[in-house]
């Protein structure tokens, strides 16, 4: 099992900034992917941003060119960097780590993000 730990969550106000981290307990490269996923208030679990091994990337629609995710191998963490934020980016965010041909999942504890208007 990977062991995920995320932080950099907190209360920002809107058209602010944050930078979320995620450190794994293996070598990144050992992983199929990483990413963030995250769950508003009242609503369930989507997708923000996947990197590859190979450093194939994928984002949401609803944070493309604001969201920018990023990994350092050496540290085995991925990053989130998180600009002009709105008050609907308000959410738990969880870090995920996909492993193995049967692509097991493991999830962090999650990082409460909140914009404020």
């Known amino acids: 099992q990977v062991q995920l730990v995320e932080s950099g969550g907190g209360l920002v106000q809107a058209g602010g900034s944050l930078r979320l981290s995620c450190a794994a307990s293996?070598?990144?490269?050992?992983?199929?992917?990483m990413g963030w996923y995250r769950q508003p208030p009242g609503k369930q679990r989507e997708l923000v941003a996947t990197?590859?091994?190979?450093?194939?990337?994928r984002y949401a629609d609803s944070v493309e060119g604001r969201f920018t995710i990023s990994r350092d191998n050496a540290k085995n963490t991925v990053d989130l960097q998180m600009n002009s934020l709105k008050p609907e980016d308000t959410a738990v965010y969880y870090c995920?780590?996909?492993?193995?041909?049967?692509?097991?999942?493991?999830w962090g504890q999650g990082t409460q993000v909140t914009v404020s208007s």
């Open positions: 995920v780590a996909v492993t193995g041909r049967v692509l097991k999942v493991d």
């Open positions: 293996q070598r990144l490269s050992s992983l199929n992917s």
């Open positions: 990197i590859t091994s190979g450093g194939t990337i």
